[in-house]
């Protein structure tokens, strides 16, 4: 049986993993150990917790990293040569951070695991790994597979086919147009703190009427029939700023943005119950897609996107036809340590899938929510 060693890190929700002979046995993230939320630095604690779960550093066949630090490094680079000038308040701290850690970090993860692991790790696409988190412990034979998140190396939503060992992407959205971006634009405008708050935002929206709806779909985003879209990037902030939104979007909807702390009144209450019903609609036509592209019955989550249950639930109760419904449960970025250590257990070593699914929880059926 062979072991092996996921890990996230160095953006946010750092994590470790271990895999041995496909089963997960140990997965942890670093903020359990560290007490800081959503910790984002090399999970010193969670991989030393895994290895000791999994034997040992000389028991370790393999390290898998979650996404390739080289991809998103060119991403970066391709961003800042097309909107030069714009990008100049962004460009210095970005790739700072990619080059100073990720862009070393399969080397310290070398150095942490020893060398018998070291003569065999793996950079797996981020996608890659949180399409692998989704299917691979579902108990699903057969499925399809969505991740939506705010960006990985490129990609911001992927369309997969599961069976059996194998997981074959079939669509994809790349950046700038992403769902997570979207709705995290809607988080900081109504003054929350991004990659943290938008669970906030989501608890907001039943309390308000959707009356952006339209101004939405009007000029922010462009949502066809099957679920592809495009951002109009003219409102947003995040590719040439350090904020996620610009002037354009508190104009556009007669609001600027809320002061953080304030109190918030019914009009940004309003516009999350807008933004969360744009988002429910758009996974929506996504979900018929995948299905009707891959001919399956079933379906797996993951991807921060996935995180919004709210969404989750409109899925179950309006997919037509849908027989079972699996969601990560570590669904951001965390996940992706165990998506790429069983990617790599079930890929290049090919572990067999565990009957029980791997993790102890089941699949929701549809018929069990009333």
């Not at 070291?118 to 692998?132: E, G, K, P, T, Y």
């Not at 991740?147 to 990985?152: E, I, M, R």
């Not at 939104?245 to 909807?253: D, P």
């Amino acid at each position: 049986m062979k072991t092996v060693i996921g890990v996230s890190a160095l953006y946010h929700d750092a994590a470790a993993a271990a895999v041995v002979g496909g089963r997960i046995v140990a997965a942890a993230q670093e903020e359990r150990f560290s007490r800081r939320k959503h910790d984002p630095r090399f999970p010193e604690a969670a991989l030393a917790y895994c290895l000791e779960a999994a034997g040992g550093a000389g028991s370790v066949d393999a390290i898998a990293f979650y996404e390739d630090p080289v991809l998103s490094l060119a991403r970066v680079v391709e961003s800042a040569i097309d909107l030069a000038p714009a990008m100049e308040q962004v460009w210095p701290a970005t790739v700072t951070s990619q080059l100073d850690e990720k862009i070393n970090v399969m080397e310290r993860l070398a150095h942490a695991v020893g060398s018998r692991a070291a003569d065999n790790m793996f950079i797996v696409d981020h996608h890659m790994s949180h399409l692998a988190s989704a299917f691979y412990p579902s108990l699903f034979e057969d499925a399809a597979i969505i991740v939506a998140d705010g960006v990985g190396e490129w990609a911001t939503t992927t369309i997969a086919d599961g069976t059996a060992q194998t997981i074959t992407p079939l669509q994809q959205i790349h950046y700038p147009h992403s769902l997570g971006l979207f709705y995290s634009a809607f988080t900081y405008h109504c003054g929350l703190k991004v990659n943290s708050g938008e669970y906030k935002l989501m608890g907001l929206a039943p309390y308000g009427e959707p009356r952006f709806v339209q101004t939405i779909l009007d000029h922010l985003i462009d949502l066809r029939d099957d679920g592809s879209f495009a951002l109009n990037t003219e409102y947003f902030g995040f590719m040439t700023s350090q904020v996620a939104t610009s002037s354009l979007f508190g104009e556009l909807f007669g609001l600027p943005r809320r002061e953080p702390d304030t109190q918030i009144s019914i009009p940004y209450i309003d516009l999350a119950a807008s933004a969360q019903a744009v988002l429910d609609e758009a996974m929506l036509r996504i979900a018929r897609t995948a299905l009707a592209s891959t001919s399956r019955r079933r379906l797996c989550l993951a991807g921060g996107v996935a995180l919004n249950c709210v969404t989750n639930g409109k899925l179950l109760r309006r997919l037509e036809g849908l027989e079972g419904l699996w969601i990560q449960p570590a669904a951001g970025d965390a996940g992706g340590a165990l998506g790429a250590a069983l990617h790599v257990a079930h890929q290049h070593y090919d572990s067999p899938r565990p009957a029980d699914g791997a993790m102890r929880t089941g699949p929701v059926g549809v018929n069990s929510i009333s």
